[in-house]
Each structure stands twice: as structure tokens, then as C-alpha cells.
T-cell receptor, first 113, second 111 residues
Framework: AAGVIQSPRHLIKEKRETATLKCYPI?????VYWYQQGPGQDPQFLIS???????DKGSIPDRFSAQQFSDYHSELNMSSLELGDSALYFC????????????FGDGTRLSIL | GEDVEQSLFLSVREGDSSVINCTYT??????LYWYKQEPGAGLQLLTY?????DMKQDQRLTVLLNKKDKHLSLRIADTQTGDSAIYFC???????????FGSGTRLQVQP
């Protein structure tokens, strides 16, 4: 079965640069969630989208923005990168009205030098 | 907000049963999940339980939910070395559907 696809798998940036992470949800899933997992930490919810509209916001810094497109894929845009942004970024998707669990992608590992 | 706690480390011998515990503060969660994460890898959904259930069994996995004590546990029968990983419990906020994760329990299985 198709899973959540994230790209790139690894990304290396320098401080103050920008980065864009992409997420392709499971086909027919209409909701996308973004989580950030710092080294040795548990995943923290950043933001979610339902039917291309932002549905909820967690601990997402103002330097980050995200959107969901008409094909339901989502992009997380990160600007003025800081060393503390080094983390594993997960995308998850679900079909909202079915109350089925969120399925996670393999994550993008972002390293800031 | 929701506070979810897990013990940090558990060591068992191969073939034994493992029990990983999770306590939480907010009782309004609809679904409670267990995810497995191997080093450098993603989050693998193991199982989940609806809040109106007390127990769910899925092959070697048994989930117990004690709503009164706000306690969730995952029992792995016949633990194998391949079960070595970090296990996260996660609760779904009814209104938001965002997940709140526990700090994770590192399971080490000794041969």
C-alpha cells in the first residue's frame, strides 16, 4: 500500500538559509500534519491542514510557514534557519472524517551547520 | 495541555514479555496510539485503541487502557531482538486531532 512520501530524506543547510520540505500524503487522505522531533526528543506538533486550509497550529515558529496544495501535497517552508532547527521533520496524513489513525512518513532529517 | 509520561528505559531478555507504560492527564482523548521508532527511522504505527475500549489484542501486542487511572500499557509477548527500539505512546486530542507524544521508552532486548 502507498505510504506517506517525504522529500528530501536528508537536507544540510547553513544558518540563515531557507529550506523547503515536501510531503505527499497517502492517496485520498485529505489531512496533513507536520511534526518536529529534535535529537532525543519526542515529536512535537507544528501545524496541520485539512482540505487545503490550515486546521490547527502547534509550536511552529514564525519563521516557518506551510501550505497544502490542490493535489493535497504539503510544503513546509523554513527561513532564517538556526542551529536549533536541526531535527527530524515528520509529515503524517489521515482521512479526517473516518477517525482513522495518522500514518507517518519516514521523515526529513534537517541538519544546520 | 495534555501531559504524557513514559519511563525512559526497559531491558528484557529475549522470549520474555515486555510491558511499556504510559500515563496521561487529559481524559478527553478519543484514540490512544503506540508507535515504534528504530534508530534514525520513522514512526511505525503499531496499534491503537479507542477510548471506549479496555483492551485490544493484535498478535503479540496487547494494549490495556485504564481510564480511571489514566494509564495505558503495551505488552509485547515473546519479545525478540528485532523489537529493540523506542516506543512512543501518543494521544489524539479530540478537537485538534494533533497527537501529543510521550517521551518514549527505549526497549532493549538482550539475547
Amino acid at each position: 500500500a502507498a505510504g506517506v512520501i517525504q522529500s528530501p530524506r536528508h537536507l544540510i543547510k547553513e544558518k540563515r538559509e531557507t529550506a523547503t520540505l515536501k510531503c505527499y500524503p497517502i492517496p485520498r487522505h485529505d489531512t496533513v500534519y507536520w511534526y518536529q522531533q529534535g535529537p532525543g526528543q519526542d515529536p512535537q506538533f507544528l501545524i496541520s491542514f485539512y482540505e487545503k486550509m490550515q486546521s490547527d497550529k502547534g509550536s511552529i515558529p514564525d519563521r516557518f510557514s506551510a501550505q497544502q496544495f490542490s493535489d493535497y501535497h504539503s510544503e513546509l517552508n523554513m527561513s532564517s534557519l538556526e542551529l536549533g532547527d536541526s531535527a527530524l521533520y515528520f509529515c503524517a496524513s489521515s482521512l479526517y472524517r473516518t477517525n482513522q489513525p495518522q500514518h507517518f512518513g519516514d521523515g526529513t532529517r534537517l541538519s544546520i551547520l | 495541555g495534555e501531559d504524557v509520561e513514559q519511563s525512559l528505559f526497559l531491558s528484557v531478555r529475549e522470549g520474555d514479555s515486555s510491558v511499556i507504560n504510559c500515563t496521561y492527564t487529559d481524559s478527553s482523548s478519543t484514540y490512544l496510539y503506540w508507535y515504534k521508532q528504530e534508530p534514525g527511522a520513522g514512526l511505525q504505527l503499531l496499534t491503537y485503541i479507542f477510548s471506549n475500549m479496555d483492551m485490544k489484542q493484535d498478535q503479540r501486542l496487547t494494549v490495556l487502557l485504564n481510564k480511571k487511572d489514566k494509564h495505558l500499557s503495551l505488552r509485547i509477548a515473546d519479545t525478540q531482538t528485532g523489537d529493540s527500539a523506542i516506543y512512543f505512546c501518543a494521544l489524539e486530542d479530540t478537537g485538534r486531532r494533533a497527537l501529543t507524544f510521550g517521551s518514549g521508552t527505549r526497549l532493549q532486548v538482550q539475547p
